[in-house]
């Protein structure tokens, strides 16, 4: 009885919970799948996973993790993303999310403690922004004109 409460607590967490923290549960949960799944953890298959996000933003409006937990990505009009805004989001949430992955893909080091500093800077700035906006939109976000919403159960 107190495991089926367990469950109960978290679903209904899953469906009410704070977005900004739903939001990043989805992402690793997707994250997960893309790396851990295919069995090593590589850069290259961070570039291989970019469809992955593409084709279920764009056709499906949520990756497997947003649906997971009862989230969905829209135009900030309200209506599904485009197959140019899932690209873009994508595309933007890759470049400023991971500045750092992309430069070990490129060169194959990590580079400078600059390059470091500038990198972490970037992905935290593209985030903080989601705490100045009561839509929690992130600068990806802004990129593709979207804007993460609870799913209506």
């Known amino acids: 009885m107190k495991e089926n409460s367990r469950i109960q607590t978290l679903i209904a967490w899953a469906k ?6 739903r939001r990043s549960l989805a992402f690793s949960f997707d994250v997960l799948i893309t790396q851990l799944i295919p ?9 291989i996973s970019l469809p992955y996000f593409i084709y279920f933003l764009a056709k499906k409006g949520a990756t497997p993790g947003k649906q997971l937990l009862f989230l969905k990505v829209e135009t900030i009009e309200g209506k599904p993303l485009m197959l140019y805004q899932a690209i ?40 903080a922004v989601a705490l100045t906006n009561k ?13 993460v919403h609870a799913r209506k159960i």
Do not use: C, E, K, W
Request: hydrophobic residues 50%; aromatic residues 10%.
């Open 135 to 147: 839509q929690h939109r992130t600068l990806h976000d802004y990129v593709s004109n979207t804007v």
């Open 39 to 47: 069995g090593t953890i590589h850069p290259t298959l961070a570039l």
């Open 88 to 127: 873009a989001r994508v595309m933007a949430q890759f470049l400023f999310g991971f500045p750092i992955l992309l430069q070990y893909v490129v060169s194959g080091s990590l580079g400078s403690p600059a390059f470091l500093a500038v990198s972490a800077l970037l992905f935290v700035g593209s985030h």
């Open 16 to 21: 009410t919970g704070d977005i900004r923290i």
